[in-house]
Structure formats: structure tokens, C-alpha cells
């Protein structure tokens, strides 16, 4: 089974500000098969970001995906009010879904 | 759009059986393209994918390693929905449950989550 790493654990920005967020596979994922989901209390995750780098349908242009292989990358442009949730990595591989452990972006 | 909606009780009792079932709108769970999922979510275990069952000529299931003893997944095609059955629940079963769609290489549509907690 793919572990999936994501790093920080939380990151502490103020609104305006640029976000990297950063998942590590154990070993090499599909592009196709990485995607981004937001969280925010109370609520079920939504997809934001899949084949790594397409955003979902009604996704803003400040989200942005990167990455290949075993290291990927969530980017948030400049931070909006909104966005500060808990964000996880997804991959898929062998059948399995697998997800990181998250990242929390919160106000400083 | 596509909608789930799910049911089922929030406090089962350890040893018996977790049940929920989860209504389709807006798409078919014999649909050619979409995968039905359960996923659950805790503090201690965080997102964790259950198993899926999908329709590609016939019916097919994957299941979790760490369920896939305990784990039924029925799809119905009468009523448009599935359901996830998890026998011999235990405390470590507490969670929040979600059945999802995915799409091959994304999981789209999410339900609202039920907390399903396990205790006496």
C-alpha cells in the first residue's frame, strides 16, 4: 500500500499570503490518479485538485497542483478568508484509495 | 448534479453490525464510468478508504485490507443506492462514515457524512 506524507502539519499565514503544501508518496503515483480535497469543519472534503494539476469544476485559478512521481504540490496563490481549512493529498493505486494525514492551514 | 444522501443508525453496539446505505440522485449505481464508495474518518485513523463496488459488464467489489474480513458492500439496483455492512464492530470502529462516487481517476461527489458511534 502507498503511504501518502504530507507536510506541515500546520501552516500559520495570514490572509494575502502565498500557501505550499507538500505530499510525499512511498513510491512513484500516476499523475492521473493524485488529487486535493479541502475540509473544513462539520463538513465532508471537497475535491479540488485531480490528475495532480486540473482543478474541479468551480475550483478558483488561486488553487494549483504540481508535481510527479513521489512528490507533489498544493498551491494556494493568496490566501482568502475562506481557505483556511484542513487540506489532504489522495492517490489511488492497486484497487486502493489512500489519503495523507493532512495539513492545516491556519489564520497566524 | 448528482447527489448522496445517507441513512442509518449512529450508535450500533460492539459485536453487532454497522449498516448504511447510501441513495443515489442524479447518476445510476449500474452507471459504466462511476465507482461507489464508503470511506470513514477519525481522529486516530484520519481518512480511511473502506471499499467500492462498480459495474463494468458485472458487478465488481474492492475492499480494504483492514476491513476486508469484516466488510459487505451491496449495490441495488431497484432502489439506486448501496450500502456498507461492517460486522463485529468494535469501539476502534467509531467514525464519521461517507459514501462517495469517484470517476476513475477522481472521487467527485461526496454524501454529508453519519457519526456511527460504537458503544454499549
Known amino acids: 500500500e502507498i503511504l501518502l506524507t504530507q507536510s506541515p502539519g500546520t501552516l500559520s499565514l495570514s490572509p494575502g499570503e502565498r500557501a505550499t503544501l507538500s505530499c510525499r508518496a512511498s513510491q512513484s503515483v500516476s499523475s492521473s490518479y493524485l488529487a486535493w480535497f479541502q475540509q473544513k469543519p462539520g463538513q465532508a472534503p471537497r475535491l479540488l485538485i485531480y490528475?495532480?494539476?486540473r482543478r474541479a469544476t468551480g475550483i478558483p485559478d488561486r488553487f494549483s497542483g504540481s508535481g510527479s512521481g513521489t512528490d507533489f504540490t498544493l498551491t494556494i496563490s493568496r490566501l482568502e478568508p475562506e481557505d483556511f481549512a484542513v487540506y489532504y493529498c489522495?492517490?489511488?493505486?492497486?484497487?486502493?484509495?489512500?489519503f495523507g494525514q493532512g495539513t492545516k492551514v491556519e489564520i497566524k | 448534479q448528482v447527489q448522496l444522501q445517507q441513512s442509518g443508525p449512529g450508535l450500533v453496539k460492539p459485536s453487532q453490525t454497522l449498516s448504511l446505505t447510501c441513495a443515489i440522485s442524479?447518476?445510476?449505481?449500474?452507471?459504466?464510468?462511476?465507482?461507489w464508495n464508503w470511506i470513514r474518518q477519525s481522529p486516530s485513523r484520519g481518512l480511511e478508504w473502506l471499499g467500492r463496488?462498480?459495474?463494468?459488464?458485472?458487478?465488481?467489489?474492492d475492499y480494504a485490507v483492514s476491513v476486508k474480513s469484516r466488510i459487505i458492500i451491496n449495490p441495488d439496483t431497484s432502489k439506486n443506492q448501496f450500502s456498507l455492512q461492517l460486522n463485529s464492530v468494535t469501539p476502534e470502529d467509531t467514525a464519521v462514515y461517507y459514501c462517495?462516487?469517484?470517476?476513475?481517476?477522481?472521487?467527485?461527489?461526496w454524501g454529508k457524512g453519519t457519526t456511527v458511534t460504537v458503544s454499549s
Open positions: 463496488t462498480y459495474y463494468r459488464s458485472n458487478w465488481h467489489y
Open positions: 489522495q492517490q489511488y493505486g492497486s484497487s486502493t484509495w489512500t
Open positions: 490528475g495532480a494539476s
Open positions: 462517495t462516487r469517484d470517476e476513475v481517476t477522481y472521487m467527485d461527489v
Open positions: 442524479g447518476d445510476s449505481v449500474s452507471s459504466n464510468s462511476a465507482a
